[in-house]
């Protein structure tokens, strides 16, 4: 029985990066003896098992077969017998199929080391191309090392084409999909992740609505870059730098997918582009299964970031009604996200990127002035029900009104 260890923590210990987990491989052992030393199993379609100490996960060395359609569409045969050089081979990339033994030797049959000194990310073995999540994986690393030079090989890319024109990517389950997208989009450039499923064809497959929005041009007066899907990308960019959460990069991607209905005869303009991408958000939604929290922000985005950025245009009136429609008054953090995709969007343009945006601090004072109000004194005057939640909305509306009159920074 031999213990190794394996995958991303030999990649990226020879690359001087942090560690976050450790995998294990076992080979010759069997599901028994792990049980005997006191291993307890995880995983059904596999043999795993958790360490009684550390809680690492050790896998029993193993082969697989293509025996179905899709991520799931294996069959796997774990056996004393299996070497460790059969169980690297099954594995997505060279830089993840390296293994180290208890002395810190280096186990690469495969060329990890090589592809790591080169930047390269590039298949193992031609049965790549049997898993179509792989497209996803290598589009994630791409976006993970893309700001260390890393690229993907180009016999890699065209495998990962060639799944995108199969209907394999259609037999992944859109549990698994968000899994890898929710992830990628996390990545020091999940821009890079997105131009990446573009150039191989997936983009076209997952996210058509996003897709589509590559050649259609804007107002170049506010935006520079010109293209829409250019733009998408660059607010992408953006998210990263300023270390957005997952609920803002997901709606910063769709903000903007409404452009895509515009009749060509419009170009470049988009009117009420923002209300026609609602029903194109809510269907991304609903085909990835996305969370709750990334759903309503992303509809809310589409719907609003135009107010967004003419919050200081905004007649009072117009400011309460956005404030009340994002429930500021119990869930001000939502509203905090919202702010931060209108900034994100407004500094995704090319050259524009480190341009002031006031708005923030302005939508952000005027929550707090509406928050500011106190109900104690309308208590006072023994108001309750709905008479208590009208007067209520007129000392807001009011604090708002006084907040505007005495705000006057200057738009940009």
Known sequence: MQIYRVGGAVRDRLLHRSISEVDWVVVGASAEQMLDLGYRPVGADFPVFLHPQTGEE??????????????????????????????LIRRDLTVNAMAEDAQGNLIDPYGGQRDLDAKLLRHVSPAFAEDPLRVLRVARFAARYAPLGFTIAAETMALMRALSESAELTALTPERSWKEISRALME????????????????????????????IPQPPAH????????????VLLQCAEHQQPLTVRWAC?????????????????????????????????QRCKVPKDCQELALQVGEFHTHGHRALELKASTLFKLLQGFDVFRRPQRFEEFIAACEMDARGRLGLEQRAYPQADYLRAAMHAARAVAVQPLLAQGLKGSELGEALNRERLLALTAYKATSTPQAT
Not at 257 to 285: C, D, F, Q, S
């Open 58 to 87: 050790y896998a029993l060395a193993r082969t697989e077969r293509k025996s179905g359609r899709g991520y799931g569409g294996f069959t796997f045969f774990a056996s004393p017998d299996v070497t460790l050089e059969e169980d």
């Open 253 to 285: 991607l769709l903000h903007d997918v409404g452009k895509g209905l515009t009749a060509e005869a419009e170009w470049p303009r988009h009117i009420a582009h923002e209300h026609k991408g609602l029903k194109l958000i809510r269907a991304i939604n």
């Open 188 to 215: 020091p450039r999940p821009d890079v992740f997105i131009q990446v499923l573009r150039d191989c064809g997936a983009l076209q497959v997952l996210l058509p609505e996003v897709d589509c929005l590559f050649g």
């Open 223 to 234: 935006h520079p870059e010109i293209d829409t899907g250019v733009h998408v990308l660059s």
